[in-house]
């Protein structure tokens, strides 16, 4: 049994001080559903996460008391992943025809303040200054660099791509495209990344509508195909954020044995995705995703850069709506947008930012703390 | 008296005050040479910081606390240019705030160990360099007790 995803909505990221990040889940719930034609009481089951905007199920508040089954998920930055690959394994496994995936966050200005406790460590940890996830991105592109030879241009060069992606999108929280000098000239925040190589958590909502495939044809709009959703963890070895050591032996990420896992379940390699979507909480993320996802060798980023390889024109466009650094991240929404952008493309209907030749198979991965990703593969 | 100084906290005038571990167990204490401390893993060898009762490469639960030395090499390093939101707590204010070096230093064992540094200034951090272990204060606490942590820095040339 095929799963398709028949309607997307979004409550556009950003800041939306008049809505609480409920209101924001349900908005994008509510434009998820008429997309494909149905309404709440079509819902059988939901899988919801959110980081601070309350608990996901409290959206039948809203969305209206229909005693299905809604059950809170929770993976940090992978959240959306996480969801979406419940609701697949729920279609897959025969239990349900349709449900609704969404995620929703409303975060406070400035970077996050994770609990030491929280994440098994001991206070000691975040007091003295080492919890700090923008530290360990740093750290790693740092290290990234140093072995593979990725210069600081091509750092700025994925900042340019985000802002100018961003300033095509109507729904991007930053409208503005960035020059070079502006993104250069910025103020240093962690060594080697400075200002507009970070994205910033913010607010916002996303949903979709997933079915069996052979009931598609019953909804509005143009199905597409979600092929695998896979989730995993880090092994030992992998280095990781949030950790006070790292093993002597390095050991795949998360992201790899993720990716290569949803590849060989939907038969296709990484030469057979038109556009992909790559976790970019900052521009070294996207540089290293690209390898680790296996769309290029360590160290090709830097020609591939160069040569626009992922701008919208290119043979693989990468975060066509601006990612995570023109769109901020509301964590429990991020990894879906990630998947609304794909299903847009894919469709055909991402306006100024549509990927030209009609792309066939999208791609969308998220990484988040402690180490665990979840890669998408989608087709039409 | 062990006596770092990589934060910026105007102790000098409170050198003859008492010290004690921010979080106990993190490093040999009190020792005129302080180490870091570890755990080794009784049925595979491996190495974890900060030591635990558990293995996270074999699953294990045999482990022992071991002393994992006081020098290495600078694997990756960054610099934290603005001064943390809370759980950060020591007797820094955003006036006195001072830029830290973080970084994973490569012990001798092999393990890489997350530590503030006392460079912090990218001319300084070079990956590779020799780096060594020093005690540096972070907070006087309620009690007028001076509670110190790890820290590397720059390898001393004799």
Not at chain 1, 141 to 168: P, W
Not at chain 1, 279 to 292: K, L, N, P, R, Y
Not at chain 1, 334 to 355: N, P
């Amino acid at each position: 049994m095929d799963v398709a995803i028949v309607g997307v909505g979004l409550h556009p990221f950003g800041r939306s001080p008049a809505l609480s990040g409920l209101e924001q889940g349900a908005n994008a719930a509510r434009a998820a559903m008429a997309d494909a034609g149905v309404d709440f009481k079509a819902m059988q089951f939901a899988f919801g996460g959110s980081q601070d905007g309350g608990n996901a199920d409290s959206l039948v508040n809203l969305l209206g008391l229909t005693g299905l089954q809604f059950t809170n998920i929770w993976n940090g930055c992978a959240t959306g992943g996480s969801s979406l690959n419940a609701a697949y394994s729920a279609i897959k496994s025969g239990q349900y025809d349709v449900g609704l995936v969404v995620g929703f966050d409303k975060h406070p200005r400035g970077a996050f303040n994770p609990q030491p406790k929280d994440w098994g460590l001991d206070d000691w940890y975040g007091e003295t200054g080492l919890m700090l996830t923008t530290q360990f991105f740093a750290m790693k592109i740092q290290r990234y660099m140093h072995d593979h030879g990725i210069s600081n241009d091509t750092l700025i060069r994925v900042a340019e791509k985000a802002f100018r992606n961003g300033s095509i999108t109507p729904t991007a929280w930053r409208q503005a495209a960035l020059s070079w000098e502006e993104i250069a000239n910025a103020p240093m925040v962690s060594e080697p990344l400075s200002k507009y190589m970070f994205c910033s958590p913010a607010e916002g909502g996303c949903a979709l509508v997933v079915c069996r495939a052979d009931m598609a044809h019953k909804f509005g709009g143009k199905p597409v195909i979600l092929n695998t959703a896979v989730v995993r963890s880090r092994h030992y070895g992998s280095f990781e954020v949030f950790s006070p050591a790292q093993a002597p032996e390095m050991a795949q990420s998360p992201t790899v044995t993720a990716s290569s896992a949803a590849f060989e379940l939907a038969g296709i390699g990484p030469e057979d995705v038109g556009v992909a979507q790559l976790q970019d909480t900052e521009v070294g993320a996207e540089i290293m995703h690209m390898a680790e996802n296996g769309f290029c060798a360590h160290g090709d980023q830097e020609q591939w850069l160069a040569d626009g390889v992922t701008e919208i024109t290119g043979r693989l466009p990468v975060n066509t709506d601006g990612g995570c650094l023109a769109n901020g991240e509301p964590v429990g929404a991020s990894g879906l947008r990630q998947v609304y952008e794909i299903c847009l493309q894919l469709r055909g209907d991402a306006g100024a930012r549509q990927v030209p030749n009609a792309p066939k198979v999208g791609y969308t991965h998220v990484y988040g703390a402690p180490g665990i990703s979840g890669v998408n593969i989608l087709s039409i | 008296m062990v006596v770092g100084g990589a934060l910026n906290m105007g102790i000098t005038e409170d050198r003859m005050r008492e010290q004690q571990p921010l979080h106990d167990g993190l490093f040999s204490w009190p020792d005129a040479q302080p180490e870091l401390l570890g755990s080794q893993c009784n049925q595979c060898g491996e190495h974890a910081f900060p030591a635990q009762t558990s293995c996270r490469s074999c699953t294990g639960t045999d482990t022992q606390i071991v002393k994992m030395g006081r020098t290495g090499t600078l694997w990756t390093w960054t610099i934290q240019s603005f001064m943390p939101k809370a759980p950060y707590h020591t007797d820094e204010t955003p006036e006195s705030f001072q830029p830290y070096g973080v970084g994973y230093v490569e012990l001798e064992n092999g393990l890489r160990v997350e530590s503030r540094l006392r460079e912090n200034t990218p001319e300084q951090l070079t990956i590779g360099m020799p780096m060594q272990l020093e005690i540096i204060p972070v907070r006087v606490d309620e009690n007028g007790i001076e509670r110190v942590t790890f820290s590397f820095r720059a390898q001393e040339v004799n």
